[in-house]
């Protein structure tokens, strides 16, 4: 006889796994991340342009998690400290629409780790 438990057990760690799925695996990406006016993010790496958000639009969930990014080298390009630096981002992202999905981490890195990146496009 089958313990109803086991059977429970099997049939929730195929759900789990089912919206893990269906989301997408959490994967570190790092690149260019800008910021060139007010709620416009997007992180440029070495595959494409990634929306995290657009001013009046779309928004990923736990961009409001992104901490200070400045604090490792930022440069400029707008008023209000809009601009550009290099960052990690640990995110869930959607390969047909270039959106990130799900913001859960993000890292600011010394702007030389992103100018030296010879795969890496400019900003």
């Known amino acids: 006889m089958t313990n109803p438990f086991v059977v429970l057990l099997g049939l929730g760690m195929a759900l789990a796994t089912s919206?893990?799925?269906?989301?997408?695996?959490?994967?570190?990406?790092?690149?260019?991340?800008?910021n060139p006016t007010p709620a416009n993010f997007s992180?440029?790496?070495r595959s494409r342009e990634?929306?995290?958000s657009e001013q009046g639009g779309y928004q990923a969930p736990g961009i409001e998690k992104m901490p200070d990014m400045t604090?490792?080298?930022?440069?400029?390009?707008?008023?209000?400290?809009h601009g550009y630096g290099c960052a990690c981002l640990d995110v869930q992202v959607d390969e047909k629409s270039g959106l990130v999905t799900l913001l859960v981490s993000a890292q600011p890195l010394p702007l030389r780790r992103c100018k030296l990146d010879p795969k890496l496009p400019r900003p």
């Open 19 to 34: 919206v893990a799925d269906a989301q997408g695996a959490v994967e570190k990406r790092c690149g260019w991340l800008e």
């Open 71 to 81: 604090t490792q080298g930022w440069v400029v390009t707008n008023a209000g400290e």
């Open 43 to 45: 992180l440029l790496d």
């Open 50 to 52: 990634w929306t995290i």
